[in-house]
């Protein structure tokens, strides 16, 4: 625990305990999301096969659980944390451009 609080630059471990469950809930929460928005789409593991059908879901709740996972964690008072786990892993992505700053 004190190792993820270094890491992280958190005090406490009620910040920690907050973190884990906002992971968890923000994924069960893509995952329930995305279910729609595929049916929406008509994409449906009856009509097409699961090879593709999965691999598309999945690609589907990845950008979900990114654009939500700032706002649960604003819900569990988070929001600092979650966003510098944004910009830092979008970043790594290639998405970096998007958090530059003039100077």
């Given at each position: 625990?004190?190792?993820?609080?270094?890491?992280?630059?958190?005090?406490?471990?009620?910040?920690?305990?907050?973190?884990?469950?906002?992971?968890?809930?923000?994924?069960?929460?893509?995952?329930?999301?995305?279910?729609?928005?595929t049916?929406?789409?008509?994409?449906?593991?009856?009509?097409?096969?699961?090879?593709?059908?999965?691999?598309?879901?999945?690609?589907?709740?990845?950008?979900?659980?990114?654009?939500?996972?700032?706002?649960?964690?604003?819900?569990?008072?988070?929001?600092?944390?979650?966003?510098?786990?944004?910009?830092?892993?979008?970043?790594?992505?290639?998405?970096?451009?998007?958090?530059?700053t003039?100077?």
């Amino acid at each position: 625990m004190e190792k993820l609080k270094q890491r992280w630059d958190i005090d406490n471990n009620w910040a920690v305990l907050a973190i884990f469950i906002v992971f968890a809930i923000n994924g069960s929460f893509a995952a329930w999301v995305a279910k729609p928005v595929t049916s929406f789409l008509g994409l449906h593991p009856e009509t097409i096969s699961g090879f593709i059908y999965w691999p598309l879901r999945i690609l589907l709740i990845f950008p979900i659980y990114q654009l939500t996972l700032p706002i649960v964690g604003w819900f569990f008072g988070q929001f600092k944390f979650f966003w510098a786990f944004e910009k830092k892993f979008l970043s790594r992505l290639g998405f970096g451009f998007l958090f530059k700053t003039k100077d």
